[in-house]
């Protein structure tokens, strides 16, 4: 069946650092989402991306959506400490309905 | 906030025992998708209702049922429960059945439930 995979599952910076996670699914997805659930929280939606190559940013947040709409990142550029939380990657696959398979997130912590 | 609502918060109850998890979308939204989040692991998709239909089954037990009702709150009974069953359970809705196609889930604060 169709598997979304997240790299790295940990990764500790130190304020100020840039921090970049991978998401990859085995199938051709319709679109991909992102969300960040921040310690003791519930995921939050941050942005969608739709078409191949696409590039997003939300301020210090970028968002890419792979050529073939298998793989995506994010990237954070001189993290804060209120970038802590986990990141997960949510593809989008449409069939006779619509389906979201989330990755297994990434956990970011950022060290003062 | 969210606006979407979990009852109840926090959960604690014995092994073999049934309990019941409600959820009540946004306004206006008529999906509402069931996780599972335990210790340490993501997301798992548990079962999607779309205006008080089933729509999609994930990895869900046998064990474990829901509804949605013509309110369209919806309920997650968990019954014969195990203590790997303890976990974090996410209810999340959107306007559509095509959460993929257009649009983003809200997500509930979550139920935390404790099986010992």
């Known amino acids: 069946g169709q598997q979304v995979m997240q790299i790295p599952q940990y990764q500790h910076v130190q304020e100020g650092e840039d921090f970049t996670t991978y998401c990859n699914s085995s199938?051709?997805?319709?679109?991909i989402q992102w969300y960040k659930q921040r310690p003791g929280g519930h995921p939050v939606f941050l942005i969608q991306l739709v078409k191949s190559g696409e590039v997003k940013k939300q301020k210090r947040l970028t968002f890419q959506f792979g050529e073939a709409k298998k793989n995506s990142s994010l990237h954070i550029t001189a993290t804060q400490t209120t970038d802590v939380g986990t990141y997960f990657c949510a593809g989008g696959k449409k069939t006779s309905y619509d389906k979201v398979i989330f990755g297994p997130g990434t956990s970011l912590s950022v060290i003062p | 906030d969210s606006g979407v609502t979990q009852t109840p918060k926090h959960l604690i109850t014995a092994t073999g025992q049934r309990v019941t998890l409600r959820c009540s979308p946004r306004?206006?939204?008529?999906?509402v998708y069931w996780y599972q989040q335990s210790l340490d692991q993501g997301l798992q998709f548990l079962i999607q209702?779309?205006?008080?239909?089933?729509?999609a089954k994930g990895n869900i037990l046998e064990r474990f049922s829901a509804q949605q009702f013509p309110d369209l709150h919806s309920e997650l009974n968990l019954s014969s429960l195990e203590l790997g069953d303890s976990a974090l359970y996410f209810c999340a809705s959107s306007v559509s059945s095509g959460w993929g196609a257009s649009n983003e889930a809200f997500f509930g604060q979550g139920t935390r439930l404790t099986v010992v």
């Open positions: 209702y779309y205006n008080g239909e089933e729509r």
């Open positions: 306004s206006g939204d008529l999906s």
């Open positions: 199938t051709t997805l319709s679109n």
